[in-house]
């Protein structure tokens, strides 16, 4: 029997099953009379915003869809159909351990597990997300997980017992969803295009698609470099992490409320997407990134438990701690590798004007004064007089300089360093 892994959050549903890891966020449009989900859907949300629905997990039951969507009767059939997609992609898994947000209410999950009943495979453990992502961060302080829905976001708090992490509570914070975080990060980047090129992304359909695909990427250069320069549509501004730092401070806010002062040990999971946010670090201390493949690893090391096949599914809210602890990432910025300048490629005349110039490890002369030696890795220039430039750029002392690198003295291209072969 096969078994995958399905951890449901609607931001970013996740499967594993053998080699195959699925992301698939909780988009579904109509197209034709058939629907598309995930990535796919959500690559066409800005451009066809009346064929998208983005509440069918958030909002999962029988009642009738308002808006209406296709042939879909209600939530409850685009989730049944979002499964089957992922069964397919899968290699059609024979069966499933699900992991759910705590924002699920009793009759959800009732309603959920009837629809798995209507699929091609088999529910065989239904486990508390957040408890499971705890299990592997245990320690002496509270803990707190962080979950951002496409709606909404949710503060789930756990508590250690007895070596077991249980549930203690979840609190809902409303208007703190990835879609109103997405509007607000778009609405000041869109600002700054407006300001630098008198340009609008959001004016066309097509741009400001764009502009919300690019968001994952500008927020992961950010992170690291504090600017980008972001192209859209052949317009550049640029966007710096300082003025992104307020759109996240309604989920802080809220957050920081609901979690109250912070004591040494304390720790607050976030997903990964959530780490993203700007300022979130500064914002909520002791702040910790959840590893990509947490969830993998807690539900895998806790199979054993989770799994019940053949009877009635009980809803697990409690798992033991598991020692092997991962190690938190810290979400301070990292400063970006700094790569070692290739070695110059190797020179062997000074070209000038129309001739060449063998060059002499001693000494060549160049112009004013200068002249190129071998400093033992590399030609350098050393002298006295007017600075030289090298490639338009100031000669830095002990510089190493090869085949292709110009110089200019005095305002005057003196040379160009070159390779003569045979």
């Not at 997990?57 to 089957?84: C, I, K, M, N, Y």
């Not at 997405?182 to 295009?193: K, P, T």
């Not at 741009?207 to 320069?229: C, F, K, M, S, V």
């Not at 300082?242 to 979690?259: T, V």
Request: some cysteine; hydrophobic content about 40%; glycine content about 10%.
């Amino acid at each position: 029997m096969t078994l995958a892994l399905l951890d449901i959050s609607d931001s970013n549903l996740q499967l594993w099953c053998g080699d195959h890891h699925l992301r698939s966020p909780g988009y579904a449009l109509l197209a034709g009379q058939q629907y598309k989900f995930g990535r796919e859907a959500r690559a066409s949300a800005r451009l066809e915003p009346r064929n998208i629905n983005t509440r069918y997990w958030w909002q999962l039951s029988t009642e009738p869809l308002q808006p209406a969507l296709g042939p879909a009767r209600h939530t409850g059939d685009l989730v049944h159909a979002h499964l089957q997609q992922l069964h397919r992609e899968a290699g059609k898994p024979d069966e499933m351990l699900l992991a759910v947000s705590g924002s699920m209410q009793r009759d959800q999950l009732a309603l959920l597990l009837g629809i798995v009943q209507q699929c091609p495979f088999d529910a065989v453990g239904l486990v508390h997300r957040s408890v499971a992502l705890g299990s592997l961060y245990g320690g002496a302080g509270r803990l707190f997980h962080l979950e951002v829905q496409l709606h909404q976001a949710l503060l789930t708090e756990l508590a250690e017992s007895a070596g077991q992490v249980e549930l203690r509570r979840s609190l809902p914070l409303p208007g703190c969803g990835l879609l109103q975080l997405q509007e607000r990060l778009v609405e000041v980047i869109a600002s700054g295009f407006i300001r630098q090129t008198r340009f609008d992304p959001r004016r066309k359909a097509a741009t400001e698609q764009q502009l919300y695909d690019a968001l994952p990427d500008t927020l992961r250069t950010l992170r690291q470099e504090g600017e980008i320069n972001l192209e859209i549509n052949g317009y550049r501004a640029r966007v710096t992490r300082d003025e992104l730092l307020g759109a996240g401070q309604r989920l802080f806010d809220g957050a920081g409320q609901s979690i109250g002062s912070l004591q040494p040990g304390d720790q607050v999971l976030v997903d990964p997407l959530v780490a993203l946010l700007p300022g979130l670090a500064a914002q909520l201390p002791q702040v910790q990134e959840l590893e990509r493949h947490a969830m993998q690893q807690a539900l895998e090391q806790h199979a054993d438990r989770l799994v019940q096949r053949g009877q009635a599914l009980s809803f697990i809210t409690a798992l033991p701690w598991l020692q092997q602890a991962i190690a938190p990432r810290s979400l301070e910025p990292q400063p970006a590798p700094v790569e070692e300048a290739p070695p110059p490629l190797p020179a062997t005349h000074l070209l000038q004007g129309a001739q060449a110039v063998p060059l002499v490890a001693a000494g060549t002369p160049v112009a004013d004064g200068w002249e190129l030696f071998d400093g033992g890795d590399g030609w350098q220039l050393r002298g006295g007089g007017a600075p030289p430039r090298v490639n338009d750029e100031d000669y830095a002392d002990g510089q190493r300089l090869g085949a292709g690198d110009s110089i200019a003295i005095g305002g005057q291209v003196g040379a160009l360093l070159i390779e003569v072969r045979g």
